[in-house]
């Protein structure tokens, strides 16, 4: 079900995010691979990234993004109801990261719950759990947080890969609204068995041991064809079907708060819908791809400027490994 009969209360009451100290420049990459900051440029948009600090994990950052989102919204940890985490990145398998988050951050009574699997669109996914848990009664204020340590999963031989991701988390604080008419009007989804982009190793099928070390089994191995080829074709589409159901067309939509993949994607995508990139903000130049992360980049980007109004309308949609993507359409409140 996609087409919801009235709007879920829900809004961003909040947003947050956190970068590591330590910016890796193209320039410093050309020192490793065999690559210029022009052909980096040319093919990505990327001109630097973070990388976090060894001793550090992604919760570390996850809970520096959670704090000043809470603070953005005026909030506590003892308001939350739920703590959801979306990270391919997490800690390690047991215990939940969110677990972590949440016991770090001092939101002793929230639920703890796991994205995991969805890699750059757990985001989305997350938001619209939090949404139906906060429609639904009970929940009143759940916060997402998006963890990316990309750098933990990257083999650091592989161009293909290395010039792409960054390390970063973001984080949104939703409540309820009354805002009439306000919160979550509709959303798409849609997957594709592919691995394309996988991590081949670690899990039950292919466990820890020394040869899936020895083989790089743990790194993330990526088709750069294949992903371009899945995301410009499946993410117009969820866009467009998302609004529809809403009943908006593109010129009704404020903003476009997209998975930061790739420049060349962003611009396809927004070629594809004859959306203006104006509309499409950007942060992927600075800090790179970061995963489930990348989204809220750059709605933090707009709402931490003051720039995303009452009333405004606007799209939350990412495509993620596995092959999973999806969209949501929102009104804020």
């Not at 016991?103 to 759990?129: E, K």
């Not at 970063?168 to 805002?179: F, G, Q």
Request: charged letters at 20%; a neutral charge; glycine letters at 10%.
């Amino acid at each position: 079900m996609s087409r919801l009969r009235s709007p879920l209360p829900i809004r961003v009451a909040g947003t947050g995010v956190h970068l590591p100290d330590t910016v890796v420049t193209n320039q410093r990459l050309t020192e490793v691979f065999d690559t210029s900051d022009e052909w980096i440029v040319k093919r990505t948009g990327i001109r630097e990234r973070r990388r976090l600090e060894p001793e550090l994990a992604a919760s570390d950052m996850g809970v520096a993004a959670a704090r000043s989102a809470l603070a953005a919204a005026g909030r506590t940890p003892s308001d939350l109801d739920a703590v959801v985490v979306a990270s391919y990145t997490g800690d390690q398998p047991l215990p939940s990261t969110a677990l972590i988050v949440a016991d770090a951050l001092g939101a002793r009574r929230a639920m703890p719950i796991d994205v995991t699997q969805a890699a750059c669109a757990a985001s989305v996914q997350g938001v619209l759990l939090a949404a139906h848990l906060v429609a639904g009664g009970g929940f009143e204020t759940v916060l997402v947080v998006a963890a990316e340590a990309a750098s933990r999963v990257t083999d650091p031989g592989d161009r293909g890969t290395g010039v792409f991701f960054g390390d970063a988390a973001a984080a949104v604080v939703l409540s309820r609204t009354d805002a009439p008419e306000a919160g979550l009007l509709s959303f798409d989804y849609g997957s594709r068995l592919s691995y394309q982009v996988q991590i081949p190793a670690g899990g039950s099928r292919r466990p820890p041991c020394p040869e899936s070390v020895a083989t790089g089994g743990h790194y993330l191995a990526m088709d750069g064809r294949a992903v371009w080829n899945t995301a410009v074709i499946n993410l117009p589409a969820s866009i467009a079907a998302a609004a529809s159901r809403a009943d908006l067309t593109m010129a009704d939509v404020d903003h476009f708060f997209l998975h930061q993949a790739n420049l060349n994607i962003l611009t396809a995508v927004a070629e594809r819908l004859s959306v203006p990139m104006a509309r499409v903000p950007i942060t992927l130049d600075k800090i790179g791809n970061t995963g489930s992360a990348g989204a809220f980049t750059a709605l933090h980007e707009v709402h931490s400027r003051g720039l995303l109004k009452p009333g405004d309308q606007y799209i939350l949609s990412a495509i993620g490994a596995g092959f999973q993507w999806g969209t949501l359409c929102l009104r804020h409140g």
